[in-house]
């Protein structure tokens, strides 16, 4: 049970983030900054179904090699 709950952990964090920012979308720019200069001024921008896109991928990718490590 315990390996089980330690594989679907990032499953669930996918999850709470895309209900966080559904309930909080009016609290979110978009676009969104994605990259900052040497000066610390944003220079890079998507939007923010995009960000959200490759956030997820990026945790479905990291979830799946924690699973893979986990079993």
């Given at each position: ?10 499953i ?60």
């Amino acid at each position: 049970m315990k390996r089980i709950l330690l594989a679907s952990s990032p499953i669930a964090l996918v999850a709470a983030l895309w209900i966080f920012v559904d309930q909080n979308r009016a609290r979110f720019p978009d676009p969104v900054a994605i990259h900052w200069g040497i000066s610390g001024a944003p220079d890079g921008f998507a939007s923010l179904e995009s960000q959200l896109v490759l956030t997820t991928a990026t945790l479905a990718l990291v979830g799946f090699l924690w699973a893979t490590v986990v079993f």
